[in-house]
């Protein structure tokens, strides 16, 4: 059974830093795609970034240089570092493994202006 657990969201004023941590069991993990979705109330949820065992990540175009997303395989983990957060970062996000297409259950990020 695969389950994602994410951990590190919380209340930041702008400009402030965040990391997300997101442990994995049950998948093979250097398989799996990862990635952070996130979803704003009312909006959908959309991609923050996505990393597979090689090759570059992608970002959503949003993110500008501002989040950097990695993995651990050793420790079936990925990260994603939030730096210089907006207010409109604001969301409940996502971890994602392309096995078994699996999310977590969702980490509250808010950023007061």
């Known amino acids: 059974q695969v389950h994602l657990v994410e951990s590190g969201g919380g209340l930041v004023h702008a400009g402030e830093s965040l990391r997300l941590s997101c442990a994995a069991s049950?998948?093979?993990?250097?398989?799996?795609?990862m990635g952070w979705f996130r979803q704003a109330p009312g909006k959908q949820r959309e991609l923050v970034a996505r990393?597979?065992?090689?090759?570059?990540?992608i970002y959503g175009d949003f993110v500008k240089g501002r989040f950097s997303i990695y993995r651990d395989s050793a420790n079936n983990t990925v990260y994603l570092q939030m730096n210089s957060l907006k207010p409109e970062d604001t969301a409940v996000y996502y971890c994602?493994?392309?096995?078994?297409?699996?999310w977590g259950q969702g980490t509250q990020v808010t950023v007061s202006s």
């Open positions: 994602w493994a392309s096995y078994a297409y699996s």
């Open positions: 049950g998948i093979i993990f250097i398989d799996s795609a």
């Open positions: 990393i597979v065992d090689t090759g570059r990540p």
